[in-house]
C-alpha cells in the first residue's frame, strides 16, 4: 500500500499542513491501495505565494530558454512512462489497451506545445505599433482524474510557453498518478516556484486557487457544475478562465452510411476511456427507416465488447473510476427504463461472471428521445442512446438541442455532405468518418462545454495577454 505524504510547493516535496488522509482505490478489485495526506488552504497559499515570486523572474525568460525546459520535461515523463503506465490501469483501471498511449501522451504534450511554441511570434507589428504577447501572472490548474498525467503535463506545458508560472490542483483520486509526475517534473529541474503541485479536495484547495487574488488565470477540466463554480468564485478579480467542461455528443450517421463502418466508429466514440470520456459520443442519431438495421449491428457488437479486467488485452471497458460513479451510472440506466427507453442491450448491475469490482454492462437504449434524461445529461460511463430522426433538417436540429456543444461526429457515404452537415453544428469539434486527434487544433465547447479553447497557437495565447506599445519610437 502506497502512503502519498508530500506535496510539491516551491521546488522540493514538503509535508502539508493539511491533515486529511484519504484513500486511494483499485477500481477493478475495490481494494484500498493507497493513501494520500491531502493539502488545505494554507498550502493552497504557500504555492500561490511562491508562484508568485518565480513569475517575477520566469516570466522574462526567453523562447530557447523554455524551449529547454519543455524538453526536459518531456525527457522526464517519457524515461517515466511504465510507471505511468501501472499507476493508470491500477488506480483509474484503464484497459491495458489504451492505458499505454495515455501513459505516452504526457510526453508528447510537453513536445506538442514545443512545437507550437517554436513558430510562435511574441511581437508583431500593426501600423507602427508593436504587439506585444506578454504571460497572464500566475496561472491556476484543475485538473480531474479521467486522464490525469496528460492533463498536468498540457496545462503545464503551455504555461510555460507562455511564460506563466503555475499552481496545480490535480484530483486527489489520482494521487499515485500525480506522485510519478510529480517526480518526473522534479527530475527535469525546472526553476524552484515555476510549478507547484498541491493535491486537495475541489471544495478546498480548487476553491482556494479559484478565489485567490494572486491567481491571474485559471484552466479547468472537469464538470460543468463545477466550472460554474469556478467562474463564479474567479469573477471577482477577473480572472482569465478556460474552462473545458461536459459533453453529451451527437452521433450523428447520415442515411447514405456505411453501418458496417459506422457501427465500429459509434461504438469507439461511445465507450472510449471507459465511457468517462467528456468528448464521448453519447447520443447516436439514426434516420427512422433504417433504425432496426442500426439496431441488430450494435446490438450484436455490444454484446461482443468485453467489460472486465483491465489487464485483459481483450477488455475494451474498464471498471468506473470509484463506487460512487458506478452507481451514478446504475441510476441513469435506471431512469432510462422508468422514462420509457427501450434497453436493446445491458442494463442495470455489473457484466455475467464479475461479482466485484466498478464494471458496467456496455449498455445502449434505442426508442429514445431527445428530451429525456439519459439524452440531456451526461451520465459518463458505457451508456448509449439512440435517437431516430425523420430527415436532414430534424437531424441537426436534435444534434443542436443540448445544452452541450464539445464534440459532434458526423457519418456518410459522401465526405462532402458529411462536411455541410459538421459546419451546421454547434461544436468545437466535428469529427467527419473518424475518430481522430490534432494537438495543434483547438479544443473546447460552444454553450455550456466551456470558455476558450486549449490546444495550439489558441491554447497559447490564453495565457498571454496583448500589449500595444505605441509611440514615437
Sequence with gaps: MQQIDRIYIDGAFVTPHGEEMFDLF?????????????????????????????????????????????????????????????????????????????????????????????????????????????????????????????????????????????????????????QIVTEALHAAGLPAGVFNIVTGRGDVVGATISAHPDIAKISFTGSTVVGKAILRAGAETLKRITLELGGKSPFVVLDDANFAETVPLALQAGFMNNGQACIAGTRILVPQQRVAEFEALIRAAVEKTQSGDPRDPATVIGPMVSEKQWHRVQRYIRVGIDEGARLLTGGEGRPDGLKS?????????????????????????????????????????????TTYGLQAYVMSSDPARAREVGARIDAGRVMINALTHDPAVPFGGFKQSGIGRELGTLGLEAYLEPKAMMGVV
Design 357 to 401: 469490482g466498478w464494471f458496467v454492462r456496455p449498455t445502449v437504449f434505442t426508442d429514445v428521445r431527445n428530451d429525456m434524461t439519459i439524452a440531456r445529461e451526461e451520465i459518463f460511463g458505457p451508456v448509449l442512446s439512440i435517437i431516430a430522426y425523420r430527415d436532414l433538417e430534424d437531424a441537426i436540429a436534435i444534434a443542436n438541442d
Design 26 to 178: 483499485n477500481p477493478a478489485t475495490e481494494q484500498v491501495i493507497g493513501r494520500v495526506r491531502l493539502a488545505d488552504e494554507h498550502d493552497a497559499n504557500r504555492a500561490v505565494a511562491a508562484a508568485k515570486r518565480a513569475f517575477v523572474s520566469f516570466s522574462r525568460t526567453s523562447k530557447s530558454e523554455r524551449l529547454d525546459m519543455l524538453e526536459s520535461m518531456a525527457g522526464a515523463l517519457a524515461a517515466r512512462e511504465d510507471d505511468l503506465y501501472e499507476a493508470i490501469v491500477e488506480e483509474y483501471g484503464s484497459p491495458v489497451s489504451r492505458a499505454r498511449w495515455m501513459a505516452q501522451f504526457a510526453a508528447a504534450s510537453a513536445i506538442e506545445v514545443a512545437k507550437t511554441l517554436r513558430q510562435y511570434d511574441f511581437t508583431r507589428r500593426i501600423n507602427a505599433s508593436d504587439i506585444v504577447m506578454q504571460p497572464v501572472g500566475v496561472a491556476g490548474m484543475i485538473t480531474p482524474w479521467n486522464a490525469n498525467g496528460h492533463f498536468i503535463s498540457n496545462k503545464l506545458a503551455t504555461a510555460i510557453a507562455a511564460g506563466c508560472t503555475a499552481v496545480i490542483k490535480p484530483s486527489e483520486m489520482s494521487a499515485i498518478q500525480t
